[in-house]
């Protein structure tokens, strides 16, 4: 069993930076593909950025695109989401996620672990 532990959320003004961190346990790192999804209120869990097992494929919600970053730390077990540029929109529980799949990590049903999740509060 995959165990997700998610941190770095918080509260920040619009304009501002957070990264999100997320360490894996429970199987070999390099065998999951790794994404960050979110769930407003009121709103479905969305796909917000996904990262192949081997780092080299990176996938992104087109809102999102250019102002956030996803990266993986094999040797730590850990995947991260820089977020730049935040906007009140962005305001949301966020949600690592990892599957075993090849495909990229883009929709909910490839994904077979999810982590807790971490808020992010976007403030205007």
């Known amino acids: 069993q995959v165990q997700l532990v998610e941190s770095g959320g918080g509260l920040v003004q619009a304009g501002g930076s957070l990264r999100l961190s997320c360490v894996a346990s429970g199987r070999t790192f390099t065998t999951l593909a790794m994404g960050w999804f979110r769930q407003a209120p009121g709103k479905e869990r969305e796909f917000v950025a996904g990262i192949s097992r081997s780092g080299s494929g990176r996938y992104y919600k087109d809102s999102v695109q250019g102002r956030f970053t996803i990266s993986r730390d094999n040797a730590k077990n850990t995947v991260y989401l820089q977020m730049n540029s935040l906007k009140p929109e962005d305001t949301a529980v966020y949600y690592c996620?990892?599957?075993?799949?090849?495909?990229?990590?883009?929709?909910?049903?490839?994904?077979?672990?999810w982590g807790k999740g971490t808020q992010v509060t976007v403030s205007s």
């Open positions: 996620a990892a599957g075993g799949t090849p495909l990229p990590l883009s929709t909910g049903s490839r994904v077979d672990y």
